[in-house]
């Protein structure tokens, strides 16, 4: 797939015990269907050939020889398929027998893996039968004559030859659930791609533990993760299978199939943000860089563009990407990030031995939200709520809507409101500098600006306190602040805040208000919410906001989703524009926007922050709350003079 996805499929086909015959039939049918739906990738369960629960039938003869003719069985009749296929078998040389995983590819057997770890506790006795192969290294296996030389090993990466980011390591069950895991040496060996084949029986509770065990492992190796588990196809003398299959990449689940279905579930990996996230966490390096472990890897031509395929892009890419989209998960989220904003400000306060907080309250979002967590953040330190100063300060473009909202949030918080008009200060230095008051362009905007940052700044003198910035991480993005204006503070609470989560944190006070009772709480916040953002600097249209925020630099939902991909990840304009549009037009039932504005407002966002970055390098303090940050002493560093030429020539090119 294109722009660094790579389709993987994990199949349970249904296993009838030691019947390899129609077995082998499942197996088949189900790389067939997988295949045909974009699978790069197919992985199956433990022993799926036989099936896990055949005992000591394991030590058959009939059943060891039988379990080989039908993998060469598989491997032939798949061999127009041009995707790796991963199943599970018992194999036997002169000493022992092996719990494998055999590696198929364009109608060969091009690997065996052995199992690493045999469990002989509770209900598994498979040390009975099989013997553990750790650290065992690439050596050849005699599989029959028709495979006399087969790659053996633990440590085996299958590798796509023209794209070294698709590299696929081989573990096995019971493998991942001990402490060191051949699956670490994998990757950091460079499998950027986890297989597991799995045979995991199913008591309550377990499938949550192994949930988490499979996210867990995904995240610390920061790698895609296939755990391929056997189904209710299986003996249930004492055991029962619940074919219970997770996919997940980097700790987030992808993919899950239901309990006691045989089923075919897939997952598009994105293999360039794993690449990415390694190269970001430089200590993943350093673990590389002690491995001592070999590793044979296995060079085939997989990745082209496949002509046979009926699969489109599935992967659900969220709108909002730094908003959780469940209702539950979304609002334990902002009362988290609520306390990390008001525990950060709170030991700023403390620190400082400051009694007194000054917020300039325009009655918009972020001037509210940074008003509510300096409430919280007093009541952490027990300090009274009269000490918050709240100052409004109508001017030019002031309307009443947004001037009272601010008075009734002020009286509602009992925080100390003032209000000190500056339309006369500002003309007269309008006069000073020789400004047109009919003139409305950026010196008549900016003036207005300074002015504010000028008085909260005194007063905060006055009175021994902090001026709270209230300035979010879009703004300071796109550069939307006025220098030495809006752009300053001594503390600034929501400067790791995006603009669309700030929505959902003034939200959810919005929602406490009004089940504490507190209507009047309530119904003021819930009208700043439906408020259009504005820096209401320009004279209003009648009693109406002339001055529109997203009109002017585009719609800040577009912004924070690329502001996401290209802090979080790296990617290029190419690989976000094809993202965007999967967000906000494939996905919907009635698309958001067409591709000739996603384009419009991906550009001036390029534009917009590479210019912006010298209001960025001398940003003020404030509390980390999420992975995507842009303060100059933490996650981003960036000369203020680099040129964005290379990423507005890729994002002006694009095709829409």
């Known amino acids: 797939m294109k722009h660094g996805f790579f389709r993987a499929a994990s199949a349970t086909p249904q296993v009838t015990v030691a019947d390899t015959l129609s077995n082998t039939a499942s197996i088949i049918e189900c790389a067939e269907q997988a295949y045909k739906n974009g699978a790069e990738l197919i992985v199956f369960p433990e022993l799926c050939i036989t099936g896990y629960t055949c005992s000591d039938l394991f030590l058959q003869d009939k059943l060891k020889q039988a379990a080989i003719e039908s993998l060469e069985q598989i491997a032939s009749k798949t061999e127009t398929l041009k995707a790796v296929i991963i199943v599970g078998l018992p194999v036997a040389d002169q000493t022992a027998l092996y719990n494998v995983a055999a590696v198929l590819y364009g109608g060969k057997i091009i690997a065996i893996v052995p199992k690493s770890f045999m469990p002989n506790y509770a209900e598994f006795y498979e040390r009975r039968h099989f013997r553990p192969c750790y650290n065992v290294k690439g050596s050849e296996f005699f599989l029959s004559e028709k495979n006399p030389k087969v790659p053996f090993g633990t440590n085996i990466l299958i590798q796509d030859e023209s794209n070294p980011l698709i590299s696929i390591g081989i573990e096995i069950c019971e493998d991942l659930w001990v402490p060191l895991s051949p699956s670490t040496q994998a990757a950091l060996a460079g499998a950027t791609v986890i297989a597991n084949l799995s045979a995991s029986n199913e008591i309550i509770g377990k499938a949550n533990y192994r949930r988490t065990l499979v996210s867990a492992q995904s995240a610390k190796l920061c790698s895609a993760y296939i755990y391929s588990n056997a189904g209710n196809g299986e003996s249930t003398t004492d055991l029962v299978f619940s074919g ?38 430089t200590t993943f390096a350093d673990c590389a860089s002690n491995l001592e472990k070999d590793f044979v890897k296995i060079r085939i031509p997989l990745s082209s563009d496949r002509k046979d395929s009926t699969a489109s892009f599935t992967r659900k890419i969220a709108r909002f990407p730094f908003v959780p989209q469940g209702t539950k998960e979304r609002s334990e989220r902002c009362h988290d990030v609520i306390e990390l904003q008001a525990q950060g400000l709170a030991k700023r306060l403390r620190h400082t031995k400051a009694r007194t907080a000054v917020i300039g309250l325009s009655g918009g979002l972020d001037s509210t939200l940074a ?77 207005q600006a300074r002015e504010r940052t000028q008085i909260l700044m005194d007063i905060a003198n006055k009175f021994g306190g902090l001026v709270i910035g209230t300035g979010d991480l879009s703004e ?120 000739e504005t996603i384009k419009k407002w991906l550009v001036s966002f390029y534009r917009r922050f590479f210019a912006q970055q010298f209001k960025r390098s001398c940003m003020p303090d404030g509390a980390k709350v999420g992975t995507v940050n842009l303060s100059p002493r933490g996650d981003w560093r960036m000369p203020s003079d680099a040129s964005a030429a290379v990423w507005l020539k890729e994002a002006e090119e694009l095709k829409c």
């Not at 993919?255 to 990415?276: C, N, P, Q, T, W």
């Not at 918080?413 to 209000?419: F, G, P």
């Not at 959902?504 to 009047?520: M, P, T």
Request: aromatic share 12%.
């Open 476 to 595: 300071q993005a796109l550069g939307w602040a006025t220098y030495n204006g809006d752009h300053m503070s001594m503390y600034g609470v929501n400067g790791s805040i995006p603009k669309t989560l700030v929505r959902y944190l003034v939200q959810w006070f919005a929602d406490e208000a009004k089940s504490n009772g507190n209507e009047r709480q309530a119904n003021v916040l819930y009208d700043i919410l439906d408020t259009p953002v504005s820096p209401e600097l320009l004279p209003p249209d009648g009693k109406n906001i002339a001055q529109k925020t997203e009109s002017i630099v585009g719609p800040y939902e577009l912004h924070d989703f690329f502001l996401y991909y290209v802090l979080r990840f790296g990617f290029s304009p190419k690989k976000i524009f094809f993202l965007a549009k999967r967000a906000f037009i494939e996905q919907e039932e009635r698309p958001v926007y067409d591709t």
């Open 371 to 447: 008003l509510l967590v300096t409430r919280r953040a007093f009541d952490i330190c027990g300090l009274s709520p009269d000490g918050i100063k709240a100052i409004t300060m109508p001017c030019f473009g002031t309307t009443d809507r947004t001037y009272n909202n601010a008075c009734i949030l002020a009286n509602e918080t009992n925080a100390t409101l003032q209000e000190i008009p500056i339309a006369e200060t500002v003309r007269q230095h309008f006069r000073d500098i020789g400004q047109d008051e009919n003139v409305h362009d950026v010196t008549y905007e900016n003036c």
């Open 244 to 281: 219970h299959s997770i996919m997940a990449e980097n700790g987030s689940l992808l993919a899950e199939s239901k309990l006691f279905e045989s089923s075919v579930i897939y997952a598009d990996f994105d293999l360039e943000r794993i690449s990415h996230e390694r190269q970001r966490m």
